[in-house]
C-alpha cells in the first residue's frame, strides 16, 4: 500500500537488478499485491504459507520483500520461513 508505483514492470525490474548485483540468482518470484499490511507478518496468513511451500520446496535460504518490514515482521517471518529475511 505505501509503493504506489505506477509502472509495476519497471519497478520490480530496477528491483530484480539490485538484487542480482548484491545477492546473486533468484531461486523463485512472487509478486503480492498488498491492500493492507499485516502487522505481524506485512503479508497475510494465505500468502505467507504459499511463499512457506516454495522455501520449503527449493530450499530456498534467503527471502527479499522490496518494502520495509518493522522489526517485529522480521522476526516473526525468519521463524516461520526458517530462513534469513531481508528488505
Known sequence: PYNRTIDAEAY???FRNLV???RGHF???E???IRTIDPAYFITHGKLEAINKIVKEKEIKEVIFSDALTNQQHRNLEEVLECKVYD
Open 20 to 22: 542480482k548485483t548484491n
Open 27 to 29: 531461486a523463485a518470484e
Open 31 to 33: 509478486y503480492v499485491k
Open 12 to 14: 520490480f525490474s530496477e
